[in-house]
């Protein structure tokens, strides 16, 4: 379950009533395979260990492996069932979202497109915490959007909009902002030229609209 698929070996004991059965011993891995965002990583280590409690709740560490050509990335499984963490590790030792970003993308994070920044925000969130979704996140999903937000519009004091954005491409960001007002809305696209060069227009309800182009330099 939940993307494990392994062989264990060990030895338990079993005592107490089958309503409160104590459970003592070890349990270590033979061989198997975690499924983790959609990358395949090889169990190198694991333990499952059995204190006895009632009932039982047995303390998993659970190290999974992926090589990549200039790293190894780590997956490390650990506590009970009811309070199991996830965290990413690698060799030589990097920060976490960079492990992330050449796991899922084999790029390292100052390279990676906007989708792939969106997708490894996603999954820097699962493991921050893992599916708590406030309310515009649950609107997000719902509706298949990229992003959903409240926005303050113009300088201090602004009046407040809805922002609704959706990638429809690995290079192009379309934004649709509608504010309390009739005359608050506006469609705005933004479009990668290349990673230094982003292009953005933009169009309000009374048609009057602008092209922007931005070019960054990252040191």
């Known amino acids: 379950g939940?993307?494990?698929?392994?062989?264990?070996e060990g030895k338990l004991r079993v005592g107490g009533t089958a309503a409160t059965p104590e459970v003592r011993g070890e349990l270590s891995i033979v061989r198997g395979r975690y499924d983790f965002l959609g990358e395949r990583f090889s169990l190198a280590s694991g333990t499952v260990f059995f204190d006895g409690s009632s009932p039982p709740k047995p303390m998993m560490e659970i190290t999974a492996e992926r090589r990549k050509a200039d790293m190894?990335?780590?997956?490390i499984l650990s506590g009970t069932p009811s309070t199991l963490s996830i965290r990413v590790a690698s060799e030589p030792p990097?920060?976490?979202d960079e492990v992330m970003?050449?796991?899922l993308f084999d790029r390292s994070l100052a390279s990676i497109t906007p989708v792939q920044a969106l997708k490894l925000a996603r999954a820097m969130d699962s493991?921050?915490?893992g599916g708590r979704l406030g309310f515009l996140d649950r609107a997000q999903s719902a509706v298949g959007l990229d992003q959903v937000e409240i926005?303050?519009?113009g300088e201090e004091g602004g009046s407040t909009a809805l922002s609704l954005g959706k990638y429809v491409s690995e290079d192009a960001y379309v934004e649709v902002e509608k504010g309390l007002g009739a005359d608050e809305s506006k469609v705005s696209v933004e479009?990668?030229?290349t990673p230094r060069i982003t292009v953005e227009t933009?169009?309000?309800?009374?048609?009057?609209g602008g092209v922007e182009v931005k070019w960054k330099w990252d040191y």
């Open 191 to 193: 479009y990668e030229v």
């Open 127 to 129: 493991l921050a915490g």
């Open 72 to 75: 190894t990335g780590r997956v």
């Open 101 to 103: 970003a050449r796991l």
């Open 2 to 8: 939940r993307g494990l698929d392994s062989e264990w």
């Open 94 to 96: 990097m920060p976490q």
């Open 151 to 153: 926005v303050q519009t």
């Open 202 to 208: 933009e169009v309000g309800v009374d048609s009057a």
